[in-house]
């Protein structure tokens, strides 16, 4: 018989390593790319980025010289919204989860296009202004707007 002391322990076991595998396995879905920033400025040919070509498509840069990486996330209109995934609660990294994302420290939730759907976060998400040029390549302005 497996008195109580041992019970929880072993339950706080199996909880963390369950709970872990299902954060891996949010992250391991979401492709991360470098880039290196020109002019304040990313600059993706969206024909190399097969990820964003999805209604719910989503990836995460890491730009040159930036300590946050930046989420871009193709949106229901097709058109695109870059943001920083950091929450604005207390400053976890929010999760991509289809038409949502979800800050796994607290359970604050956004939508795709950073509005707080679910507290305890006020505040949305952080963007970076975004344009598509004719020939086909997404602008990230690295300058913030609200």
């Not at 008195?3 to 909880?15: C, I, Q, S, T």
């Not at 980025?49 to 996330?73: C, F, H, K, N, W």
């Not at 991509?96 to 939730?109: A, F, K, M, N, Y």
Request: aromatic share 4%; charged share 20%; net charge neutral.
């Amino acid at each position: 018989m497996m008195d109580r002391r041992a019970f929880v322990h072993r339950w706080l076991g199996v909880a963390a390593g369950a709970g872990g595998s299902l954060v891996l396995t949010g992250c391991a879905s979401l492709v991360v790319r470098s880039v290196t920033p020109v002019d304040g400025r990313i600059q993706l040919a969206l024909n190399r980025y097969p990820e964003l070509a999805e209604a719910t498509g989503s990836l995460r840069l890491q730009a040159d010289g930036m300590r946050e990486p930046i989420y871009v996330l193709t949106q229901t209109d097709g058109k695109y919204i870059a943001l920083s995934p950091i929450c604005t609660h207390l400053g976890c990294t929010v999760e991509v989860e289809r038409d949502r994302l979800v800050c796994p420290c607290h359970g604050s939730t956004y939508d795709r296009g950073g509005a707080v759907l679910k507290g305890p976060a006020e505040r949305s998400l952080t963007r970076f202004p975004t344009q598509v040029t004719a020939d086909g390549v997404l602008v990230i302005e690295l300058r913030a707007s609200e």
